[in-house]
C-alpha cells in the first residue's frame, strides 16, 4: 500500500453519503432542529390588513400579493427576521426570512431548537445541498410534496462545530458578493432609466447645461425645439418574420424565434436556436445582418424589441417583425434604445388596448413616433447609453461567475474535496 492510499485510509471513511472525513459524522435532519408546520390558513380568513401571512408564492417571488390575518392563533405559527423556512409541497426550496413578523402557512416548516452540534448558517447552506435529493422523494400527480417522515429521514455531514462555521462563512462571503453585484446591477438599470429620460428630453448635454436647452411642448412630451417628430414608417421598413418549420439538423442557416431571445436583456441565444429550409430567394429577403431590430409582434412580450449583432447566417420567425433603419435619417441603436421608453411603450399599449393577446402589427407600428434629433445627437446618445449597458452586461457576468463559484464550493466543501478547517477567520 503506497503513502497516499495509507494517508486515505486514515482520514476518510465510507458513509452514507460516500467518501467524507472519519471526524464528520453522519445524522439526519430529524436530529438536528425541529421543524413546525405552517396553519392551514383558509381563504375565508385573508384579510386586507393585520400581519401577513407567509405561503410559497411569497418566499419563491412567483407572486407579490399578500394576505393578512388579523385574529389569533398559536404563537409557534409567528414567523420573524432571520427565521428558517423550507418550503415542502409543491415547490421544495429552503429560505431566510428577511421581512416584517408573520404568520407561516401550511406547507412550510419553520425550523427551530437546534441541536447544540449544528451551527444555524451551515444548517441553511447543507440543507440546499440536499434540495435535489429531497425531490426525487417527493409524492403525488399533480402537487408533489415530500413526507415530514421522509423529510425527517434526510442524511446530512456533520463536521465539527468550528469547521461549520468556517464552511458557513466562506459560503456566505460569495453569497453576500453576489447580493452586492445584484443590487449594483440594479443601481445601473435604474441609472439608464433616468438617463434615457434625461436623454430623450434634453439631449446629450449635461445637468449643468439643461438651462441652456430650448424646450417645446410635443405631441410625446417635451423635447429640444431643434428636434423634430417622425413616423417610424417614413424612416424605416417593417417586415414579418419567415414561416417554416424548425429543425435541430443544420439543413439551413438558423431560424431565429422569440423564444431563443431574451427580450429583457437583447441577447441571441445562438448556440441553442435551430435551422431551418430556405431556398437563396427567400433566404435574401429574410436573412439577419448588424443593426437590424425585431420586435415581438404577439404574446407577453409584445413590443419588445432586439438589435442583432455578430448574428451567423440566420433568418428571422413569423412572429418576429424586422424594422431597418434609412441610415440617412437614423442610427439603429437610438432606434433600440427608443424602443425601451416610456414613449415608445406608451404608445404599444395604447394599440394593444391593455389586451396581451391583441400584440401588434406593422401597420400600428409604421405610425409611431419617434423624437429625432440629427444623426450626430443620435450617436452621442446611443454611445452614452451603450456604456451603462456595457457596464451592466460586465457585472451580470460577474454575478454569473460568482453563482458557478458559489455552486462548486456548495458541493465541494459539504462532501470535503474542498477543507477550510484550517483556515483563519478574522473576528
Given at each position: 500500500m503506497t503513502t497516499q492510499q495509507t494517508l486515505q485510509t486514515e482520514e476518510y471513511k465510507q458513509t452514507e453519503l460516500g467518501e467524507l472525513p472519519k471526524?464528520?459524522?453522519?445524522?439526519?435532519?430529524?436530529?438536528?432542529?425541529?421543524?413546525?408546520?405552517?396553519?392551514?390558513?383558509?381563504?375565508?380568513?385573508?384579510?386586507?390588513?393585520?400581519?401577513?401571512?407567509?405561503?410559497?408564492?411569497n418566499l419563491t417571488g412567483s407572486s407579490n400579493k399578500e394576505n393578512y390575518f388579523d385574529g389569533s392563533i398559536p404563537e409557534k405559527y409567528k414567523v420573524k427576521k432571520g427565521d428558517i423556512l423550507i418550503s415542502w409541497s409543491a415547490s421544495l426550496g429552503i429560505f431566510e426570512w428577511v421581512r416584517e413578523d408573520g404568520w407561516l402557512n401550511q406547507h412550510i416548516f419553520k425550523v427551530e431548537n437546534y441541536s447544540p452540534k449544528i451551527n444555524k448558517d451551515f444548517f441553511y447552506y447543507v440543507v440546499g445541498t440536499q434540495i435535489n435529493f429531497m425531490k426525487g422523494k417527493t409524492h403525488g400527480s399533480t402537487m408533489h410534496h415530500i413526507t415530514k417522515l421522509s423529510f425527517l429521514d434526510v442524511n446530512i455531514p456533520l463536521p465539527s462545530l468550528q469547521e461549520q462555521?468556517?464552511?458557513?462563512?466562506?459560503?456566505?462571503?460569495?453569497?453576500?458578493?453576489?447580493?452586492?453585484?445584484?443590487?449594483?446591477?440594479?443601481?445601473?438599470?435604474?441609472?439608464?432609466?433616468?438617463?434615457?429620460?434625461?436623454?430623450?428630453?434634453?439631449?446629450?448635454?449635461?445637468?449643468?447645461?439643461?438651462?441652456?436647452?430650448?424646450?417645446?411642448?410635443?405631441?410625446?412630451?417635451?423635447?429640444?425645439?431643434?428636434?423634430?417628430?417622425?413616423?417610424?414608417?417614413?424612416?424605416?421598413?417593417?417586415?414579418?418574420?419567415?414561416?417554416?418549420?424548425?429543425?435541430?439538423?443544420?439543413?439551413?442557416?438558423?431560424?431565429?424565434?422569440?423564444?431563443?431571445?431574451?427580450?429583457?436583456?437583447?441577447?441571441v441565444f445562438w448556440g441553442t436556436v435551430p435551422y431551418c429550409k430556405i431556398d437563396n430567394k427567400e433566404y435574401s429577403k429574410y436573412s439577419l445582418s448588424d443593426g437590424d431590430i425585431l420586435i415581438a409582434r404577439i404574446g407577453a412580450t409584445t413590443g419588445k424589441t432586439c438589435i442583432i449583432k455578430n448574428s451567423p447566417e440566420s433568418v428571422f420567425a413569423s412572429y418576429l417583425i424586422r424594422y431597418k433603419v434609412n441610415e440617412d435619417d437614423l442610427n439603429a441603436k437610438?432606434?433600440?434604445?427608443?424602443?425601451?421608453?416610456?414613449?415608445?411603450?406608451?404608445?404599444?399599449?395604447?394599440?394593444?388596448?391593455?389586451?396581451?393577446?391583441?400584440?401588434?402589427?406593422?401597420?400600428?407600428?409604421?405610425?409611431?413616433?419617434?423624437?429625432?434629433?440629427?444623426?450626430?445627437?443620435?450617436?452621442?446618445?446611443?454611445?452614452?447609453?451603450s456604456a451603462i449597458d456595457e457596464k451592466i452586461q460586465a457585472e451580470e457576468q460577474k454575478k454569473e461567475a460568482l453563482k458557478e463559484t458559489f455552486n462548486s464550493l456548495l458541493k465541494n466543501l459539504m462532501t470535503a474535496k474542498i477543507r477550510v478547517n484550517n483556515l483563519e477567520v478574522g473576528a
Open positions: 471526524e464528520w459524522d453522519v445524522v439526519k435532519l430529524g436530529d438536528v432542529a425541529n421543524y413546525i408546520n405552517g396553519y392551514p390558513f383558509k381563504p375565508i380568513q385573508w384579510k386586507k390588513s393585520g400581519i401577513p401571512i407567509i405561503r410559497i408564492q462555521q468556517k464552511i458557513a462563512y466562506v459560503l456566505s462571503t460569495v453569497q453576500n458578493a453576489q447580493e452586492k453585484t445584484e443590487n449594483f446591477i440594479n443601481c445601473l438599470k435604474e441609472l439608464k432609466k433616468s438617463a434615457m429620460k434625461h436623454l430623450l428630453t434634453y439631449g446629450a448635454v449635461s445637468f449643468e447645461d439643461i438651462d441652456k436647452v430650448e424646450l417645446k411642448e410635443s405631441e410625446i412630451g417635451m423635447m429640444p425645439k431643434s428636434w423634430k417628430i417622425k413616423e417610424l414608417g417614413k424612416i424605416g421598413t417593417f417586415q414579418y418574420g419567415y414561416t417554416e418549420t424548425s429543425s435541430e439538423k443544420k439543413i439551413g442557416p438558423k431560424f431565429l424565434r422569440i423564444t431563443d431571445i431574451d427580450l429583457n436583456k437583447s441577447q437610438y432606434v433600440y434604445y427608443f424602443t425601451a421608453s416610456n414613449i415608445y411603450w406608451k404608445q404599444i399599449n395604447s394599440n394593444k388596448d391593455d389586451k396581451l393577446k391583441k400584440g401588434v402589427s406593422s401597420s400600428q407600428l409604421k405610425k409611431f413616433n419617434i423624437p429625432l434629433p440629427s444623426l450626430t445627437e443620435q450617436q452621442n446618445i446611443a454611445s452614452i447609453l
